[in-house]
Nanobody, 123 residues
Framework: EVQLQASGGGLVQAGGSLRLSCVVS????????IAWFRQAPGKEREGLSC????????YYADSVKGRFTMSSDNAKSTVYLQINSLKPEDTAVYYC????????????????WGRGTLVTVSS
């Protein structure tokens, strides 16, 4: 069974940093693409980052470009999202998802989702 478990969220002051982790099982990184999304209360789920090629190239949404960094550790079946310079507007539930990387990042092409981890940024 395909499963994803995001963790690492918490309450952080503006300007702080977090590293989110997503442990995956039931598939390999060669089988499905992995992407990060977030959803703030009352707002649409937003695609944040994904790998765009086997050369390690990465896509970032404009809202997080320059502050967020996506990486992976295949041996640990884990993907990461390093979040720096956090802003209150970054407050959201962050999700990792598995599916197909068809630009632009959209929830429609990602069929497997974890429950997410809450990031709350205070001022």
């Amino acid at each position: 069974e395909v499963q994803l478990q995001a963790s690492g969220g918490g309450l952080v002051q503006a300007g702080g940093s977090l590293r989110l982790s997503c442990v995956v099982s039931g598939f390999t990184f060669d089988e499905y693409a992995i992407a990060w999304f977030r959803q703030a209360p009352g707002k649409e789920r937003e695609g944040l980052s994904c790998f765009t090629g086997n050369d390690g190239s990465t896509y970032y949404a404009d809202s997080v470009k320059g502050r967020f960094t996506m990486s992976s550790d295949n041996a640990k079946s884990t993907v990461y999202l390093q979040i720096n310079s956090l802003k209150p507007e970054d407050t959201a539930v962050y999700y990792c998802a598995a599916g197909f990387n068809i630009p632009p990042i959209t929830p429609r092409t990602y069929g497997y989702w974890g429950r997410g981890t809450l990031v709350t940024v205070s001022s």
